[in-house]
């Protein structure tokens, strides 16, 4: 898969790019080299991200207001200065942004759309989340809302499952939220291979990935509104090309 960022617009403010899946934002760890990373990709295209800090932490942020896992492609923005970076990223906080993703999951889903309203919490699994708090631990609230797009049927891992197709739209910023909250719906990411267990697992030969998708951002700055949208790749595309659609 490639590994680099394809730039879908840019101004004296910020850059919009397509992430590729397999690519990390920032190094998984604080002595990992960042070269590989979206940070890295940032660094040496736009030599003045690397002056960007968190104004609260004083952290290098190098123009990344957001993420994405590793395996999640999609459109992201950047900022080039650290006014830009301040403005967006309190948009992100305050939840003013508009995300869709695009998921395909396992099952068929019950009704046309609604939403996941599930806390979630660290696991006791290194990195994972789960919506079940262990003992008094309190878990921080999350809401996807999702919708339908297309139901189909297997024909290529396991012939005659029904599968879905969901745009999904994160009220919340939770670590893994709309992975940890379709597989407590029972509707577990296609390739998940931390949430999805054996079913979803077993698409991962044909995937090569999870299959998420950011497919829009929405979003202002300096007065003016933003939207921007990034089909889904090659390698998803060609999979659904594969699938046979059915009714809802």
Excluded at 12 to 26: E, Q, R, S, T, Y
Excluded at 223 to 232: C, L, M, Q, R
Aim: one cysteine or more; glycine letters at 6%; aromatic letters at 8%.
């Amino acid at each position: 898969m490639e590994q680099t960022p394809r730039i879908i617009f840019e101004n004296d403010n910020f850059v919009v790019i397509d992430k590729p899946a397999g690519m990390l934002v920032h190094p998984a760890r604080q002595n990992d080299p960042i070269d590989e990373t979206v940070a890295g990709w940032c660094i040496t295209t736009y030599p003045a991200a690397e002056s960007i800090i968190d104004p609260h932490s004083g952290e290098k942020k190098y123009g990344i207001v957001h993420r994405l896992d590793k395996e999640t492609s999609g459109v992201m923005v950047v900022a080039k200065n650290q006014d830009a970076f301040n403005k967006l990223k309190e948009q992100f906080q305050a939840r003013a942004t508009e995300k869709t993703y695009r998921a395909l999951v396992w099952g068929k889903m019950p009704k046309t759309s609604g939403s996941i309203v599930r806390p979630i919490a660290k696991s006791r699994e290194g990195t994972k989340r789960t919506t079940r708090p262990r003992n008094k631990q309190a878990g921080r609230p999350a809401q996807t809302d999702w919708r339908v797009i297309e139901t189909y049927e297997d024909t290529v891992v396991k012939p005659g499952m029904p599968l879905t197709l969901l745009e999904l739209h994160p009220r919340t910023g939770r670590t893994h939220q709309l992975r940890v909250h379709c597989a407590a719906a029972g509707h577990p990411i296609l390739g998940d291979y931390l949430y999805g267990g054996k079913t979803s697992e077993q698409y991962r030969h044909t995937l090569g990935r999870i299959f998420l998708h950011a497919h829009a951002l929405a979003f202002s700055l300096s007065e003016k509104e933003y939207s921007f949208t990034v089909p889904v790749p090659h390698e998803l595309s060609r999979f659904l090309k594969e699938l046979e659609p059915r009714e809802p």
